[in-house]
């Protein structure tokens, strides 16, 4: 990368990031005067899902309603549970765009081989409750309600199966609570590296550079894409 090509993204970033600051003074202005006319939470209704049994997705639902602190209620969270309640834990996460429909074929298989299986839909996704803005949703969001949920049925030596960002959300956890689980199967998807590595090449200052087009292309995503 060039010296000019370099300084140009700097000052991109800079001139974004200052938005972004001007942004969330006026968003919560926005949200105050279009709150009225905009429901903060809504629910996908039941008659959505029909039909859904003739292609194996069969099995009762379960919800929760968990505390995320402060007397704030996170959006209700739906979840199957299936197999012997004493049985060995399998939690199954999904990806986008996908909900627990994705494990349909495989909760039979196991459940009859004596696990218990829980598989979550997180908010926003299947028959959890939705935000209606794109704001709310953030890896924290979903980190936290991972570790409220896990917390709240009480799972103990959890085999953990992850695909797509359910994988990325899934072994957050994992790396914050690994008394919890006892294996990881990682289907597609990622494991993040680390931006800035004190050993081998290339250098700090070239890994830095490297990595300023993507802080661009993050800020103005950040920027125009939640209002």
């Given at each position: 990368m060039t010296p000019l090509a370099t300084v140009i993204l700097v000052?991109?970033?800079?001139?974004?990031?200052?938005?972004?600051?001007?942004k969330q003074i006026l968003h919560p202005i926005y949200r105050l005067l279009t709150?009225?006319?905009?429901?903060?939470?809504?629910?996908?209704?039941?008659?959505?899902?029909?039909?859904?049994?003739?292609?194996?997705?069969?099995?009762?639902?379960?919800?929760?309603?968990?505390?995320?602190g402060c007397g704030v209620k996170l959006p209700r969270i739906h979840y199957l549970d299936e197999g012997p309640r004493d049985g060995k834990v399998i939690l199954c996460l999904h990806g986008e765009p996908t909900w627990s429909f994705l494990y349909?074929?495989?909760?039979?298989?196991?459940?009859?081989?004596g696990y218990r299986v829980v598989i979550p839909d997180f908010i926003g996704f299947g028959k959890s409750d939705k935000y209606t803005s794109a704001h709310n949703y953030t890896h924290e969001l979903?980190?936290?309600?991972?570790?409220?949920?896990i917390e709240?049925?009480?799972?103990?030596?959890?085999?953990?199966?992850?695909?797509?960002?359910?994988?990325?959300?899934?072994?957050?956890?994992?790396k914050d609570?690994?008394?919890?689980?006892?294996s990881v199967t990682v289907?597609?998807?990622g494991l993040p590296s680390p931006i800035i590595s004190f050993s081998g090449e290339p250098s700090i200052?070239?890994?830095?550079?490297?990595?300023?087009?993507?802080?661009?292309?993050?800020?103005?995503?950040?920027?125009f894409g939640s209002w």
């Open positions: 000052l991109a970033i800079l001139f974004v990031t200052f938005l972004r600051f001007v709150s009225s006319r905009l429901p903060t939470i809504v629910r996908t209704p039941e008659d959505r899902f029909l039909g859904l049994e003739d292609i194996g997705y069969n099995f009762p639902s379960n919800y929760l309603e968990l505390n995320g349909r074929h495989m909760v039979p298989v196991l459940a009859n081989a979903h980190m936290i309600t991972l570790r409220l949920f709240e049925l009480n799972l103990q030596n959890i085999n953990l199966v992850c695909q797509d960002w359910g994988g990325l959300v899934g072994l957050t956890v994992v609570c690994p008394t919890l689980f006892s289907m597609n998807t200052p070239r890994k830095v550079l490297s990595f300023l087009p993507i802080t661009l292309w993050r800020s103005v995503v950040d920027l």
